[in-house]
Nanobody
Framework: QVQLVESGGGLVQPEESLTLSCAAS????????MEWHRQAPGKERDLVAT???????VYADSVKARFTISRDNAKNTVYLLMNSLKPEDTAVYYC???????????????WGQGTQVTVSS
């Protein structure tokens, strides 16, 4: 059993910053790729940023140069530093992790419950 728990969402004003965290716990052998997705009201869930176990990162064009994804492999935790936030960044943010567990030794995708980020003046 593997759980992902997100934290750090909230209400901020435009141009402010916010950092999200997502910690994986449970029967984990190791965690491969970790990602952040977001879903705005009435829209599909979109990929925001990806980070591999070795630290390679990929960003959606809409967040490049503003958001930074990072991870701590010892803590099985991924972070998303969001700078210069805009109203269009308002969404529920979800983390996803590809986890190899100690029971099956196979990779499986797990999702967090989501955390609300609202950017408004």
């Amino acid at each position: 059993q593997v759980q992902l728990v997100e934290s750090g969402g909230g209400l901020v004003q435009p141009e402010e910053s916010l950092t999200l965290s997502c910690a994986a716990s449970g029967s984990i052998l190791f965690v491969n790729t970790m990602e952040w997705h977001r879903q705005a009201p009435g829209k599909e869930r979109d990929l925001v940023a990806t980070i591999t176990r070795t630290g390679t990162t990929v960003y959606a064009d809409s967040v490049k140069a503003r958001f930074t994804i990072s991870r701590d492999n010892a803590k099985n935790t991924v972070y998303l530093l969001m700078n210069s936030l805009k109203p269009e960044d308002t969404a529920v943010y979800y983390c996803e992790a590809d986890v190899v567990d100690t029971m099956t030794y196979r990779g499986k995708a797990y999702w967090g419950q989501g955390t609300q980020v609202t950017v408004s003046s």
